[in-house]
């Protein structure tokens, strides 16, 4: 499948320029190897990606990109409107090809508050004042601190 580039950095899976529903859930690195070790969690975020018509922005580590993205196509089963793709580093929410600025510029045609999903998250509290070394803490963090109203979808973390 052929990603369009809807703005520098930001690929769109289906090939559409905007997101239809305005809802913007965050997932943050949701096929890093040591999730699908835990059951509780794969087996959430299958039935997520199956039936979530909302937009996702999805921050996928590029060493994986390819790989991460099929597994998306699969577990989606068709499901594919409104799933928005950043490159990151490897193990760092860090965007690669754009900058958190144009993310967040991205970020503002959504309704808040944003839904995180993904991981990983330790110590964390969703507040202000949270600390977290996980991928997705760092990513809600930088959310966060940009001013956006942002929760955690427990259920769907690791």
Not at 10 to 15: E, Q, T
Not at 115 to 129: M, N
Request: hydrophobic share 35%; proline share 3%; glycine share 6%.
């Amino acid at each position: 499948m052929e990603l369009k580039e809807i703005t520098q950095g930001i690929y769109s899976l289906n090939g559409s320029a905007m997101p239809i529903d305005r809802r913007l859930v965050v997932a943050v690195h949701p096929y890093f190897a040591l999730a699908d070790s835990n059951q509780k969690y794969y087996e959430e975020r299958k039935k997520f990606f199956k039936h979530y018509k909302g937009s996702v922005l999805i921050f996928n580590e590029e060493k994986f990109f390819q790989e991460n993205v099929e597994s998306l196509i699969k577990e989606s089963k068709g499901n594919i409107e409104n799933k928005f793709l950043v490159k990151t580093e490897f193990q760092d929410p860090q965007p690669i090809n754009t900058t958190w600025e144009n993310i967040f510029k991205f970020s503002n045609y959504f309704s808040q508050p944003f839904h995180f999903i993904g991981g990983a998250a330790t110590k964390f509290q969703e507040s202000k004042d949270y600390f977290s070394q996980g991928c997705l803490g760092k990513c809600f963090g930088k959310f966060t601190d940009a001013g956006f109203d942002a929760r955690v979808l427990s259920d769907i973390t690791f």
